[in-house]
């Protein structure tokens, strides 16, 4: 049972046919939008953090019962500084809106306006394979700022959205070029 509303590739219906083009009422261009679904790799890790945050809960309880209640604070802390850290590793990634082009790591956010970016392309380049040191042979999006620096790698095909999924990433590919087109002034 194809649950289609949960996901961004609203492509086709339940049927596998073409669905309505027309837009959803909250597809305004003014809204920051993740232009590709988090991948399999993000959101296993995500959840690996969740299952782990709900042990130290657990044992927090339990540390809480036993009559410590500084070690139960301490627990408690640790599990929702997890948590914090599944949430915000859900929103890593490039999102896009009418008013610029916004890169959301897991530290740091930085938003740059259209009007700052001169262009937006794939590229064959060695990529870092799920941010670790080693890379291989793959394509990136790159972002070139008119400020001239060097350009810096949006996403790859090998990182944890869109590592063995290269539909997914040729159509993120294409809508932030497209994105890119169509607000750069």
Same mark, same amino acid.
């Given at each position: !049972? $194809? ?5 961004? +590739?609203? +492509? ?8 309505? $083009?027309?837009? =959803? ?18 959101? %296993? ?6 299952? /782990? ?7 927090? !309880?339990?540390?809480? /019962? ?9 627990? %408690?802390?640790?599990? !929702? ?5 599944? /949430? ?5 990634? @490039?999102? @896009? ?9 897991? =530290? ?15 590229? #064959?380049?060695? @990529?870092?394979?799920?941010?670790? $040191?080693?890379?291989? #042979?793959?394509?990136?999006?790159? @972002?070139?700022? !008119?400020?001239?620096? #060097? ?8 990182? %944890?959205?869109?590592?063995?999924? $290269? ?6 590919? +294409?809508? /932030? ?9």
């Amino acid at each position: !049972m $194809p649950l289609s509303f949960l996901t961004a +590739d609203r +492509d086709l219906d339940g049927h596998g046919r073409a669905a309505d $083009p027309a837009a =959803l009422p909250y597809d305004e261009p003014n809204h920051w939008r993740r232009p590709y679904r988090p991948g399999p790799w993000r959101v %296993g890790t995500a959840a690996v953090f969740l299952l /782990l945050a709900s042990f130290v809960l657990l044992s927090a !309880m339990i540390i809480g /019962l036993a009559g410590s209640l500084t070690g139960a604070v301490i627990c %408690g802390v640790v599990a !929702m500084l997890v948590i914090v850290l599944a /949430l915000r590793l859900l929103r890593v990634g @490039v999102w @896009v809106s009418a008013s610029g082009l916004r890169r959301v790591s897991l =530290l740091r956010t930085t938003t740059e306006p259209w009007s700052a970016v001169a262009t937006v392309r794939t590229v #064959q380049q060695p @990529v870092r394979w799920l941010g670790l $040191p080693r890379t291989v #042979q793959g394509q990136a999006v790159i @972002v070139q700022r !008119m400020r001239n620096e #060097q350009p810096e790698i949006l996403v790859t095909d090998h990182n %944890g959205d869109f590592q063995s999924r $290269p539909e997914a990433f040729e159509r993120a590919a +294409d809508v /932030l070029e497209a994105w890119a087109a169509e607000y750069r002034h």
